[in-house]
């Protein structure tokens, strides 16, 4: 059975007051720097998940700079489990980059099995330079790495990335608005790629050529369309709403987004 579930990144802007300047790196790091102190980190996810759950959602995407797994300690996590659970939102996947090192993707490893997400959902530089340790890393852990498509053209480069995939263990996290800044009809990647596809992060975006994303059918992303490529190709996984406005906040967007979403999927 599909499930919906919110993207935290979708907040990447909020530390900054929506005044991101200069790119995605400069929300991370401010994200960062807020969340990490633990004598306020069990204030400050709380609130970041009572909005969620105000929203609708029964379940999250993680993103990596509310929880990181360079500085998330013991205390940090058993707060986020006690948090979410206060809250009755599940962890459906992990979101992020998970590391450039054997010891950077196992931490990531460890913070997905401590929060019980199954998915990676995102990428790592050792899909190319140490895939097999990628995999072994996945196996002992009893998880799935989605490799999340941003620079690629289309589904053909995206499967070369994961050099076809690792059945159980390596597949696709198609990202719909990424394909529609490369111009590609997301509908279409998602047939293409169904034989490796084990999470959507459904977003929308104004243009090709750019990465403004808005709230679903705003956009030229066929949501609709890419809905019923899921239903057509029997997908049963989840889909991760997703808006990461950089001078606004996402709120009422999301949560049309969610409506027209669950609309679909009835």
Known sequence: MTTISCMTANYVARQLNYRMTSGWGQGD???QAFFRPLDTFAERFEDLLAEIADLGFEAIDLWLAHLHPTWATPDHIATAEALLGKFGLRVNSLAGSFGSTHDEFAASCRLAVALGAPILGGSTPLLASNRA???ALLEAHDLVLGYENHPEKNPAEVLAKIGGGVP??????????WFGTQGYNAATAIVELSATLVYVHLKDV???GAHETCRYGHGI???AACVHALQQIGYQGG???EHEPEHS???DDVRASLALLQGLLA
């Open 133 to 135: 340790d990628v995999v």
């Open 29 to 31: 790091a401010a994200t």
């Open 221 to 223: 992303v066929p949501i």
């Open 249 to 251: 906040n996402p709120n």
């Open 239 to 241: 889909i991760s709403v």
């Open 168 to 177: 159980g263990r390596i597949g696709v996290a198609i990202d719909t608005g």
């Open 206 to 208: 104004l243009a090709a």
